[in-house]
């Protein structure tokens, strides 16, 4: 393969490409773009959701149909359009970040990927055949006997793409410890690539536990195993403790890269230091730790008993300590800064009073006695809302706007920018924030309908103009993906001054990321050359030879594989001949593995004289 | 151009497992993944405890589990677990061969292992009517030890796999770190029977 | 503008609904005094350190850090969330003590797909969607389901407790005034999860026990003087109602007890006692609340038949104590 | 590349030092093998269960312990990252099973 691959190609080239690639900057845009997808299908789920309870007693929808569309909102979201989008920035920006060529496991990022996107693809075939209709949660003994195959759709997606997110964690935990560049010490890293490797660890360990409860589910359902069977002894409680030992994790999962993103842009744009680098590392980890020792705060109401709701109570609140360090730390960053308000500014700083409030009502409702009232209400819509999209899709948005240079050497345009976050802003607050109300005054979650002459019709159409409004905000910045790439203006490899690694490599950024591994001197490492007048890195290295990982369309085959095994799994229990595609989606995808195991692969090598034949 | 990966016999020290980058990178994402491993283990044996005692009017543990095979299949997974040690000990000292055998007297073990659980799994079925269905103990009690067995059957698929596919090649940088991480995977079985065998069978038949 | 009276939880009458009110107003104390120093903080940095015109080269300072402002932004926190913690705690326990349960009230309350099933513990007395407790007394619920989890939840008078397949939970509950007060499940439980609503009547005590007597003392063999609700009681023994739903006290039955259907609140948990709705209810159940598990496991009326039923069903009024002597709701 | 015979030539002082390693592992070993069978011999006297069962967790925890420090070397340097991830698993190990044994109803 030689640099000259930038010319032109055919489509087909180009999709061969990136089937096979392993490139981590076209998986980080992949992530994005399939992510981008789940998130408009999510949004249009909420949108009949938000169109339904428009007024009382509203028939707009069945209420079966209705229970599809939460369930599936609720699925979509967390898993297929939050989580992915970050999983793309990552790894756009983390190999990046922390000077390395590569991630540690390409093939196995690659294979990450896929399996997100089958899960996603499994998870919407569902609409076809009978979505699941449990909510996300899932809480048996009402996912085992929903009938229909839309539980088992969700057990098998969310299997399909929990492994390959497991797979995502384990490779930038790895790359994270052993791929940094010389002199880019742990306390030098960016805090995107911290909060990357605290949310990688997260993943590691809340993923497993919820593979187990999917096991738990999908053998009770297709196999008459007697888990949540409670005429066979079965617990159903068990499911709810297995779901929140990884959702209450999950959670911070969403956060915590949506932190880093926040970390870097109040830095670039205050020009200043991060505030407090070393407790926002601490906090980092003090968040990770606390979030799995406070599950049960989902379910104090389940009965658990008095001893357990208290201290799942205190360690909930105990959260907001670790979090508002954070808080104070980014307001002090921009304290004494030169503030610079661009459209990723804009995003970065709606989110402070918006996940203020949402965190606050968290600690409301960790306040256990308040939850007794709280609980599955639309308190709690509106609490999740608050951190949901006023965090995680806050941070999303902002860092579209500021690595959309990085990614697609284009600078969103800024007007278009600005008019999709007033409307979405707007929106947002316009839906959520009276829903807090609406859970005060009797309104339950999940409600298909709710009745005339309950004081709560304004409420909800309240809320449903602020969906419109979010919906027509998400429309623009569409609209300016679309300009931008037509019409928008080349960007420069640094268009907004910053400070940290993924700023000092050539635009667009060369597939083998840099030439020579820099030296990193401190934290900020771009901004201290620059400081001192250099503008540019010092090479830690002599120009060399760079090894790079080949391509490969297994992690492909194999997803392929596996997810035709998924549907086998499915209608096993019906079809006999289901279990032809089971075994031969399974032999496919183990096959690929098997394959990948005997054929050696080396890579291959980017020779020195190409490298030096290359113009900045 | 391509990797050199031949050994250095003069080079001893350098442990063959960790010395190219690949290797150091397999050595931690195998460790990591154990991480994973632990919680999906604990997640099992929760399980297992919760519902160690609903029998549901169907067989209990006190009941079926008998502990000579259990003891058996306890000496066999440990003993694979120091024979393994002994292939990687070769592995040092750059002897493929010994190590080869070593490694294929661990598997030999394995297998052994597998073979007993087999048996057993068969025997409750068929002499106690104890299945995977017959309560929620049943159910648990095969999921967990199931799960663990499932992890024999995978470590013992990937060593066979290494031991046939390297047999003609020897040792050189770039199979020693597969070795090594299949080695720490398989101790790290051993350890999660070491729990099995206490929580579930020895814990299961005190009165 | 705290919701409807009776529904919404802003307006406690039980102690329960006042417990959680404390709290909340606790915390939202709290809540409101950080959000003011944040936003304070927020604006005052956006207004003075914004960039100016001409300033585009200005570098500020690189500050790493202030010990002294951090500890002081850790140990505040540290203090708002002790101050909200212990009474938290407090009434975590308070709520969940049982000591007094042998001397009170009790009542198995079981969550079904989709209508709530009362048992009155020893008085021989089921009822169904209305629960009729006496003002001013600690009544022990003791909850279960008979299928999916669902959950238990009267806003105005206590905060909410699951109904658990494997479990029964105990909360006690207590209202201050009399009134009929609304009741939602709060835990997903399938289509008609929206639609399962109850009401808690709470009464004075001697109210309370003149109910008591007046259900026990319901003949359910008593025959309606008017000639359409005899032959409506009869259709109702022929069509295998009777089956499902009990007429007097039966511990066990598949679907609603009837017994003072007449003084229900509701028909089916969420419309007005009309003979309309009933009809309605009676020829088409699906139409009012999916999923539910009467459709189709009963032979079909006719719109005659059901009417003869309705006027049975409501002449049912057993007891001087009615709802609509007591609020409205 | 072909298979490495040169074994005669390799370093004298390192074998030594790997043999009296594996010698350590024996010893381990042998030590793994003693608590099991007082384990099992445990079980089958049929004493007490309020002494059987804290003793015989307390040695299968010593011998994952040796496993994890000895056989799997998480006691050598180089394991600081790995331990610290081994030890986070434990404690939500040891924090569920607390859990699922007290607050799951039966
Ligand atoms: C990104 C996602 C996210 C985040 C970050 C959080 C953050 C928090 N959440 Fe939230 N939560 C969800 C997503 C999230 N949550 C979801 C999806 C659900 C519902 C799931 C379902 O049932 O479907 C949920 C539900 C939920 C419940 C269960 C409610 C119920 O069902 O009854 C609880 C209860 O304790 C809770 C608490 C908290 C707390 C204490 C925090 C804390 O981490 C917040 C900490 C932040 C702050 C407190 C603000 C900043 C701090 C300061 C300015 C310092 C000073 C502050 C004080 C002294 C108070 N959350
Ligand atoms: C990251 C997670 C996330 C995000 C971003 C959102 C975003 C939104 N959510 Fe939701 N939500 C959840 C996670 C999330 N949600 C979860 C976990 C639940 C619980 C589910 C359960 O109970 O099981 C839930 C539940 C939930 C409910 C409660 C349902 C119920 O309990 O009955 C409601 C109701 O208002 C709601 C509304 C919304 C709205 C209006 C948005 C809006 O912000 C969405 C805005 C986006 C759009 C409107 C898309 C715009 C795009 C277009 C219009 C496409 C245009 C197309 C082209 C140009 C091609 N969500
Ligand atoms: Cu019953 Cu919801
Ligand atoms: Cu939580």
Sequence with gaps: MSLASAQKKGFGAILWDYLT??????????????????????????????????????????????????????????????????????????????????????????????????????????????????????????????????????????????????????????????????????????????????????????????????????????????????????????????????????????????????????????????????????????????????????????????????????????????????????????????????????????????????????????????????????????????????????????????????????????TLGKLAFWLFFIGFHLTFFIQHFLGLMGMPRRYWVFLEDQGLDLGNLVSTIGAFFMAAGAIVFVINIIYTAVKGEKAPQDPWNGRTLEWAVPSPTPFYNFKQLPLVRGLDPLWIEKMEGNGKLTAAEPLNDIHMPNGSIIPFVMTVGFFIASLGFIYQYEYPIAYLALYGGMAIGIGGMIVRSLKDDHGYYVRKEELEGEVE | MSHDYSLNPEKLHEDPAKVTHEGKNKFIGLWVFLGGETVLFASLFATYLALKNSTAGGPSSQEIFGLELVFIMTMLLLTSSLTSVYAIYHMKNHNFRKMQLWFGITAFLGLGFLACEIYEFAHYITDYGFTFRSSAFGSAFYTLVGFHGGHVIVGMSWLIALMVRNAKRGLNLYNAPKYNTFALYWHFIDVVWVFIFTVVYLMGMVS | ACGKENLTSLDPKGYGAESSFNIMMLSLIIMIGVFLVVIVIYTLALIRFRQKKGQENYIPKQVEGNHKLEVLWTSIPILLVLILAIPTVISVFDLADETDASSSINIDVTGNQYWWNFDYTGEEIQTSQDLYIPVGEKVYLHVKSSDVVHSFWVPTISGKIDANPENTNTMYIEAYEEGVYWGKCAELCGPSHSLMDFKVIAVSPEKYEQWVADMQNADPEEVPAEAVAQEGKELFESKSCIACHAIGSSPNAVGPNLTNYANRTTVAGIKDVTKENLVEWLLDPESIKPGNLMTGNYPELTEDEANSIAEYLLQLDHSEVTPQSIGEW | MGENTNIEKVNSFERQKNREEMKRQFILFASMIIFTILAFLLVAWDMDRTYVIPIIIVLAVIQVAFQFFYFMHMKDKGHEFVSILIYGGAWIAFVMAICFTTIIWW
């Design chain 1, 21 to 414: 690639t392993v490139d981590h900057k076209k998986i980080g845009v992949m992530y994005i773009a399939a992510g981008a997808f789940f998130f408009i299908l999510g949004g249009i789920e909420s949108l009949v959701i938000r169109v339904q309870l428009m007024v009382p007693e509203n028939d707009f929808v069945s209420a079966g149909l209705y229970n599809e569309m939460i369930t599936m909102h609720g699925t979509t979201m967390i898993f297929f359009a939050a989580m992915p989008i970050l999983l793309g920035f990552m790894n756009v920006a983390v190999p990046l970040q922390i000077g390395a060529r590569d991630v540690a496991f390409p093939f196995l990022n690659a294979l990450g990927f896929w399996l997100f996107l089958f899960g996603g693809i499994l998870l919407n075939l569902s609409w076809i055949f009978g979505a699941p209709d449990a909510g996300w949660t899932a809480y048996p003994p009402l996912s085992t006997q929903s009938p229909g195959h839309g539980t088992d759709f969700y057990v098998m997606a969310l299997q399909l793409s929990g492994a390959g997110t497991l797979m995502g964690g384990i490779n930038f935990i790895v790359t994270i410890v052993t791929m940094r560049a010389p002199g880019m010490t742990y306390m030098r890293m960016p805090l995107f690539s911290w909060t990357t490797f605290v949310t990688s660890i997260l993943i590691l360990f809340a993923f497993p536990a919820f593979t187990v409860a999917l096991f738990l589910l999908m053998f009770d359902r297709m196999f008459d195993s007697a888990f949540f069977d409670i005429a066979l002894g079965g617990n159903a409680v068990i499911w709810q403790h297995l779901f929140w030992i990884f959702a209450h994790p999950e959670v911070y999962i969403l956060i915590l890269p949506a932190f880093g993103i926040f970390s870097e842009i109040f830095s670039v744009f205050s020009k200043k230091r991060l505030f407090g680098y070393t407790s926002m590392v601490f906090a980092t980890f003090l968040i990770a730790f606390l979030g799995f020792m406070v599950w049960a705060h989902h379910m104090f109401t389940v009965g658990l008993g008095s001893v357990a709701n208290a201290i799942f109570a205190v360690g909930t609140m105990a959260i907001a300590v670790p979090t508002g360090i954070k808080i104070f730390n980014w307001l002090a960053t921009m304290w004494g800064g030169s503030i610079r308000i661009s459209t990723a500014m804009l995003w970065a700083l709606a989110f402070i009073p918006s996940f203020t409030i949402g965190g606050m009502t968290g600690v409301m409702l960790g306040a256990a006695t308040a939850d007794y009232q709280y609980h599955d209400t639309y308190f709690v819509v509106a609490h999740f809302h608050y951190v949901l999209v006023g965090g995680v899709v806050f941070g999303i948005m902002a860092g579209l706007h500021y690595w959309w240079p990085l990614m697609f050497r284009r600078v969103l345009n800024e």
